[in-house]
């Protein structure tokens, strides 16, 4: 069992920069693949990053390339996702997620056994 909790997310102008914090207990963090994932208003839950259990390999979503960096220190039990260059449609509740699906039926960043209750993320214009 692994429980993950967020933090992080705030308002912030477009342009503007967070840093995704996501603490997991249980001695197990280093043997998942994690993922961050976020969910905007009337829209699907989509995956932003992953990342495997040593942080060799990382993948993101088309939308955030470039702009975020998915990162994890397995010594702290923790996982970031620095976001730059944030822009509007950036905005959305961002979720942690233990046990990711790095890849899975032709899709990157899918499914995740553990999750946590989120961190928001506003940006304004």
């Known amino acids: 069992q692994v429980q993950v909790v967020e933090s992080g997310g705030g308002l912030v102008q477009a342009g503007g920069s967070l840093r995704l914090s996501c603490i997991a207990s249980?001695?197990?963090?280093?043997?998942?693949?994690m993922g961050w994932f976020r969910q905007a208003p009337g829209k699907e839950r989509e995956g932003v990053s992953c990342i495997t259990w040593n942080g060799v390999i990382t993948h993101y979503a088309d939308s955030v390339k470039g702009r975020f960096t998915i990162s994890r220190d397995n010594a702290k039990n923790t996982l970031y996702l620095q976001m730059n260059s944030l822009k509007p449609e950036d905005t959305a509740m961002y979720y942690c997620a233990a046990d990711v699906n790095y890849y899975s039926g032709g899709y990157y960043c899918t499914g995740g056994n553990y999750w946590g209750q989120g961190t928001q993320v506003t940006v304004s214009s």
């Open positions: 249980g001695r197990t963090f280093d043997a998942y693949t």
